[in-house]
């Protein structure tokens, strides 16, 4: 007896979940969404709406903070077996709530949606010339939050690593409120050429950049003239047999 209750009620709560229907509400890049930018809101609903025999009506609400890019919400779509709405659009510099609603019932899910100031290099591009061999420290001031972006240094479309060659800093003494100085130091410098400060979102997406341009009036030309020399001179030894 005490079983079949048991399955009775636990048939009974699943039909009420059928009935009344669920939604959860996810969010497109939350961690990361810059002020300004579009962004992606998709509301999901699990069910369909058996009481009208309908989709169910999915409704999206956003704070003061944030604009609809859209006049209206289009109505749910059906994907999966789940019935979604999603809604674009922009937010400034905070914390906004965003709500979920279904079928004019109360608020079935919210979420915290964080909005950062986009990062913008402000350091102007600069030409620097330099004897070679000598060192020289290139700087990029980025204004942002350094939690949201991160700062990749760049020469002949290549990365630069941390290395003997070359040291890569920033610092805590020039952190400002609103933004961070890093440091680019090539240790002995040897040929003329362009280096680029890139700023990178969290997701890889370059959102600023920023080059200065070497150049070494007697720059190092490594074993190129060497080497022409030596063919040079085997070519004439052959010839002169």
Not at 153 to 166: A, D, L, V
Not at 185 to 206: D, L
Request: charged share 15%; proline share 4%; with cysteine.
């Amino acid at each position: 007896m005490k079983c079949t209750s048991a399955l009775l009620l636990l048939l009974m709560i699943l039909l009420l979940r059928l009935y009344t229907g669920s939604a959860e509400l996810t969010l497109h890049a939350p961690q990361n969404v810059y002020a300004g930018e579009p962004t992606n809101i998709t509301c999901t609903a699990g069910v369909r709406d058996f009481k009208h025999n309908s989709a169910p009506r999915i409704v999206i609400s956003v704070g003061n903070g944030c604009t609809e890019l859209q006049n209206k919400q289009h109505k749910p779509e059906e994907f999966n077996g789940h019935y979604q709405v999603q809604l674009a659009i922009t937010c400034r510099n905070g914390t906004h709530s965003i709500d979920c609603y279904s079928n004019g019932r109360d608020r079935i899910d919210r979420t915290n949606l964080k909005v950062v100031k986009k990062p913008k290099i402000i350091t102007e591009p600069r030409n620097i010339t330099i004897e070679a061999g000598l060192p020289v420290t290139l700087t990029c001031f980025v204004e942002g939050d350094p939690n949201h972006y991160w700062v990749g240094w760049m020469s002949r479309n290549s990365i630069i690593q941390q290395g003997q060659q070359h040291s890569i800093s920033q610092s805590p003494s020039f952190k400002l409120t609103n933004g961070t100085m890093h440091y680019l130091t090539v240790h002995s410098i040897k040929v003329s050429g362009k280096y680029e400060c890139k700023v990178y979102s969290i997701a890889g997406i370059i959102q600023d950049q920023t080059s200065h341009q070497i150049f070494v009036p007697n720059e190092y030309s490594g074993e190129s003239s060497s080497t022409s020399s030596t063919i040079w001179n085997a070519l004439s030894s052959i010839f002169s047999m």
